[in-house]
C-alpha cells in the first residue's frame, strides 16, 4: 500500500523560498549611502530627500535557501457561532471564518550577518525603531516609530517538500507574508559545537498549496446556500 503511495514523506526535505518585498529589492538608481558593509547591506540612515539604498542582494537571498533548516507547514481553524435553528432548542455550530496562526521559521546565524541582517532591516522598514532616524533622517523614508504601508513590506514565503527523488508534492504559499518577531539567540560558552539559530515569526493573510482546489462555483445563486 504504501509503495503505491510513493512512500511516507520526510520532515527533513524541504526548503523555504522568501520573495524579496519591495522595502528589501536593491535600489542602484538613487545615490550611494555611506556605511555600506562587505555584504552589499548598507546603512539605512540617509538625509531627507535621498533615495535610501535598500539591502537585498540575490547573492543573499539564494543564500537564504540553504540557511533555513527548521520550520512548520501552516495549519487552519474555523471560528464557529452557534445558531438555533428555530430559535430555540438545541443549539448547533457552523463555521463563520478561518483562522491562521502565526509560524516560525528558524535560520542559522551566518558569520557574514546574512540572515540577521536581513530581517533586523526588514522589520526596521516595517516600523522603524532606528532612534537614530530623528528630526530630518528617514529610514528607507519612515521617521522614527512611523509604521510603513503593507505594499512596501508584506510577500510571498513558498515552502516546498521534495520526495526522495527531488521532487516537490507540496508546494504551500504564505500570502502578504512579514515577520513579526525575531527570537532571542541562545549563546553560551558551554556550547562550543552548537550553531547559532535565530527564531522568525510570521503572520501572513492567507495560505494556499497545491492541494488547495480551484474554485469551481460559476453560479451565483449557488453561493447563497442555506444552513
Known amino acids: 500500500k504504501l509503495n503505491n503511495m510513493g512512500g511516507l514523506a520526510s520532515t527533513s526535505k524541504f526548503l523555504v523560498n522568501i520573495t524579496p518585498p519591495p522595502c528589501v529589492v ?20 540617509t538625509a531627507t530627500g535621498n533615495t535610501p539604498q535598500k539591502f537585498f542582494t540575490a547573492t543573499s537571498g539564494y543564500d537564504l535557501l540553504f540557511l533555513c533548516p527548521k520550520t ?7 471560528a464557529t457561532s452557534q445558531i438555533f435553528h428555530l430559535g430555540y432548542g438545541i443549539p448547533e455550530r457552523r ?87 525575531i527570537g532571542e539567540v541562545d549563546l553560551n560558552w558551554s556550547n562550543m559545537n552548537d550553531i547559532a539559530m535565530v527564531p522568525i515569526t510570521f503572520t501572513y493573510r492567507t495560505w494556499k498549496s497545491n492541494f488547495t482546489p480551484a474554485t469551481e462555483i460559476s453560479n451565483g445563486s449557488l453561493r447563497n446556500m442555506t444552513l
Open 95 to 181: 463555521p463563520i471564518r478561518p483562522n491562521f496562526n502565526t509560524i516560525t521559521l528558524n535560520f542559522f546565524i551566518d558569520v557574514s550577518g546574512i540572515s540577521l541582517g536581513f530581517f533586523t532591516r526588514w522589520m526596521s522598514n516595517i516600523v522603524n525603531f532606528n532612534n537614530d532616524a530623528v528630526g530630518d533622517r528617514t529610514s528607507s523614508g519612515a521617521f522614527y516609530n512611523e509604521v510603513h504601508y503593507k505594499s512596501n513590506y508584506a510577500t510571498k514565503v513558498s515552502i516546498y517538500v521534495f520526495d526522495v527523488a527531488g521532487n516537490s508534492f507540496i508546494e504551500c504559499d504564505l500570502i502578504d507574508a512579514y515577520p513579526v518577531s
Open 72 to 78: 512548520t507547514l501552516p495549519g487552519m481553524s474555523l
Open 26 to 45: 536593491p535600489d542602484v538608481s538613487g545615490p550611494k549611502v555611506e556605511g555600506t558593509t562587505q555584504n552589499g547591506v548598507a546603512d539605512e540612515i
